[in-house]
């Protein structure tokens, strides 16, 4: 039988790493990546034919469960009309309704591939249609790896960031303020020194790429406010959240309505999808009808777009959010009782299916506060789980994913392994 480490061998020598995205390759673990044979539900199997619960469900586009059928049969039924057409087709207008319908501050939607591709043409709209240059974004927030947008933070709140990636020049990056995540103040200060021209704030309105940090109360409510008053543009990038926390996504959870909206990942039910969604006024400066360019030769893909229906259908059955809440609650507060049991400093949170497991007393509020848990704990509870078949994200940087199909079984099983797993922990614990 091929091994994942004969595999992982013969894709290094082809691939850049092995691997086609870099946390896929287990460097912040550790270890071996597991090469993914086939999915189902909760569940994944490698290619040795281990099976693992999965939480993290292709990063979130799973929220229906590996292979959902109805999902499965639509793109079935698509591929046999055709794979591509470049010209219109029904169902991106049925793609855009559907999500029109459920997000009242998107009057209109261009459809793309990815959500890098998502964001960067937010930026640029954002841009064009203020006709101002420079954007704040927040330490710890990810929005894709479009140049502008891989800055980290200066030392100084407002000194210039340094580009996160080479090949990235700083003059790039010269218009991408960073500020702190949660932190009003330093956004404050921002907007007096270089309030008249600023573009947009781009924001994950839960942060969800450097472990699950929450905005805190009035966090969001505050930025819609300085953003209104100074002509900027707020744009949330719902990349991982839209329809992950709740039916009308972040916006309607928290009560803070955006001038645009990014979306990804779920919108395409584990195809390549992205959107741009804003009033008509503002998407109305894309092209063709506008001046900022923005265009995709497989944007809007039937097959991906068909994928993309059949799981925002399913999405809008009664309860479907309170189930799937009610489950990731019970994950996260038990996984925490547990862990706190055994002696570990220990906490986790929770927002509809998505949760964050923290080893440290509380749970953080910006990307320092996250870059102060226990990273080593984390690469031992990370290996110990999925040597008894549990499948985290393989890094402390990553939220975790329950899908529809995670019912309470598949929870207890999880938190069986759990319990043997933290008392493991505790004798290695420093
Ligand atoms: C995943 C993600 C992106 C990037 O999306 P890709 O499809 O990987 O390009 C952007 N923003 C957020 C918030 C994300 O979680």
Redesign the pocket.
Known sequence: MISNKDLFERAQKCIPGGVN?PVRAFLSVGGCPRFIKKAYGPYIWDIEENKYIDYVGS??PAILGHSNPEVINSVIEAAKNGLSFGAPTEGETELAELIISRIPSIEQIRLV???????MTAIRLARGFTNKTKIIKFEG?????SDSLLVKAGSGLLTLGQPTSSGVPTSFIKDTIVLEFNNTESVEKAFKQHGKDIACIIV?PV???MNLVKPKEGFLRFLRDICTQNDSLLIF?????GFRVGPECAQGLFGVSPDIT?L??IIGGGL?V?AIGARKNIMEYLAPQGGVYQAGTLSGNPIAVAAGIATLRQLSKPGFYENLSKNTQLLSSELQNIGRKAGLKFSTDYIGGMFGIYFSDSVPTSFIESSNCNSELFKYFFHEMLDEGVYMAPSSFEAGFLSSTHDENVIHKTLDIAEKVFNRLKKIDM
Do not use: Q
Request: proline content about 3%; glycine content about 18%; aromatic content about 6%.
């Open positions: 995205s990063w979130g591939s990815s959500g890098t591709e998502a964001t927030c990810y929005h894709g790896h994950e942060a969800g790429n990038d719902e990349v991982m959240t990014t990804a990942k390549p992205g």
